[in-house]
């Protein structure tokens, strides 16, 4: 492997070319070690993990080890289960050692003469490992020399060693688009196209004159900055996706949360999101003009309706709508604010998912959509909760390198 230089990178004092070169010099003098037996899903994921190449030293003898592969992971039978991926000490060959399943599982011991790598936190529907169910734990300093730089996930960088430096991998704190995300709309695109975000998007056919603008004077949700989706007054604007069996909520828990922001109210109710009509649809989300918003299903026996919580125009209001167990929950602005308990099986409806218009309700929406997102097998929130300060983005590691005197420098964002 080719080396390069070391040289910190500021782009306060280095010019563009220069900046990017030295990120890109940082980053190859630090592959090498960031790189070594990194854990992560197949490229078609399967109930193996993957391990890049890496290398050990032992007993003054270098061992360069080849990418390999775990052996095949069951899924656990009755409760969770946590795995551990190791590697042997003198040779760095893959193995797994298998936790015990439980309700609150913990992770399995590490062998002598192993070294950590991975945990996956497995649950009894697991059919392939991906990365959001791995966590990282290569120690590299166990790898044949205490002198080597330790690479784990950490929140705040560790102490400096005097005379070297650390390698260590933060992980993203914004995050909010994993697994459970099924449909992710940030709304920052050009025009009228406009993009699903998840980790396996679908596709949002756009109506009307639905498009992606910059709200009027700037006006943004809390500590946001970016553009919103626009539905104008028109009367024929709206979002619409094919049937997927990500839109079947079942039983399970699931999580629909946005910002909004209203440009007119009218007389009618207002559709949000939903899948089928009111009659003997899915699932809907509405607002009314003099009762608030309302979260209606009456195959699932569903009727989430608030009182006396009417919107007001040109004023951006967060909503969220948690399934938890039997209780189906409606936040506004991070506020509990209408409940129903006794919520039954929402149904395998086969129609397309609107959004601004769900078929039959009488009003479109006229106004601003941001960061809408659904998620599905999780109640993200349970009880009231602080607003999401950021958009919502995949997680990502900050790759950062520390020296002896406390200087960090974040060499690469890498998205998993």
């Given amino acids: 492997m080719s080396v390069a230089t070391f040289v910190q990178p500021n782009f306060e004092t280095q010019g563009g070319t220069d900046y990017k070169t030295n990120i890109d010099n940082c980053f190859a003098v630090l592959k090498r070690l960031a790189a070594a037996f990194a854990p992560h899903e197949q490229t078609v994921p399967n109930m193996t993990v993957r391990l890049d190449a890496g290398m050990v030293f032992q007993?003054?003898?270098?061992?360069?080890?080849?990418?390999?592969?775990?052996?095949?992971?069951?899924?656990?039978?009755?409760?969770?289960?946590i795995d551990r991926v190791v590697i042997a000490q003198?040779?760095?060959?893959?193995?797994?050692?298998?936790?015990?399943?439980?309700?609150?599982?913990?992770?399995?011991?590490?062998?002598?003469?192993?070294?950590?790598?991975?945990?996956?936190?497995?649950?009894?529907?697991t059919t392939e490992i991906i990365n959001s169910m791995i966590t990282d734990e290569r120690i590299s300093g166990g790898m044949g020399a205490s002198e080597y730089m330790s690479l784990k996930y950490q929140t705040s960088p560790p102490a400096p060693l005097a005379g070297s430096g650390t390698l260590y991998a933060r992980e993203s704190v914004?995050?909010?688009?994993?697994?459970?995300?099924?449909?992710?709309?940030?709304?920052?695109?050009?025009?009228q196209t406009?993009?699903?975000?998840?980790?396996?998007?679908?596709?949002?056919?756009?109506?009307?004159?639905?498009?992606?603008?910059?709200?009027?004077?700037?006006?943004?949700?809390?500590?946001?900055n970016n553009k919103s989706i626009y539905f104008d007054a028109g009367g024929d604007d709206y979002l619409s996706l094919a049937d997927h069996d990500d839109w079947n909520f079942g039983t399970g828990n699931f999580t629909i949360d946005f910002w909004v922001?209203?440009?007119?109210?009218?007389?009618?109710?207002?559709?949000?999101?939903?899948?089928?009509?009111?009659?003997?649809?899915?699932?809907?989300?509405?607002?009314?003009?003099?009762?608030?918003?309302?979260?209606?299903?009456?195959?699932?026996?569903?009727?989430?309706?608030s009182v006396g919580k009417a919107c007001a125009i040109d004023t951006w209001y967060h909503i969220a709508v948690v399934r938890n167990g039997g209780t189906v929950t409606i936040y506004r602005n991070g506020v509990a604010e209408a409940t129903d308990s006794s919520v039954g099986t929402f149904p395998d409806e086969t129609t397309t998912v609107r959004i601004g218009h769900p078929m039959n309700l009488t009003t479109y929406l006229n106004g601003y959509i941001d960061e809408l997102r659904v998620s599905k097998g999780i109640a993200r929130w349970t009880s009231n909760f602080?607003?999401?300060?950021?958009?919502?983005?995949?997680?990502?590691?900050?790759l950062c390198f520390m020296d002896g005197s406390g200087n960090i420098a974040v060499v690469k964002a890498i998205e998993q």
């Fill in 386 to 398: 602080t607003l999401p300060e950021a958009p919502y983005t995949k997680n990502t590691v900050d």
């Fill in 261 to 305: 922001r209203f440009i007119s109210l009218g007389v009618g109710d207002i559709g949000v999101i939903g899948q089928g009509n009111l009659a003997d649809g899915a699932w809907v989300l509405y607002n009314n003009p003099s009762a608030g918003f309302v979260f209606y299903s009456a195959a699932a026996t569903c009727n989430v309706t």
């Fill in 59 to 81: 007993g003054g003898t270098l061992t360069e080890v080849a990418a390999q592969n775990t052996g095949t992971i069951t899924a656990p039978a009755a409760n969770p289960r």
């Fill in 174 to 191: 914004a995050a909010g688009v994993d697994s459970y995300t099924k449909l992710m709309l940030h709304g920052d695109g050009a025009g």
């Fill in 90 to 125: 003198l040779n760095g060959v893959v193995s797994v050692i298998t936790g015990t399943e439980a309700g609150s599982p913990v992770p399995p011991a590490i062998p002598a003469g192993k070294l950590p790598v991975a945990q996956v936190l497995l649950q009894t529907t």
């Fill in 194 to 224: 406009i993009v699903d975000s998840e980790i396996t998007p679908k596709t949002v056919t756009v109506y009307g004159h639905a498009t992606q603008v910059w709200p009027p004077t700037f006006v943004f949700p809390p500590a946001f």
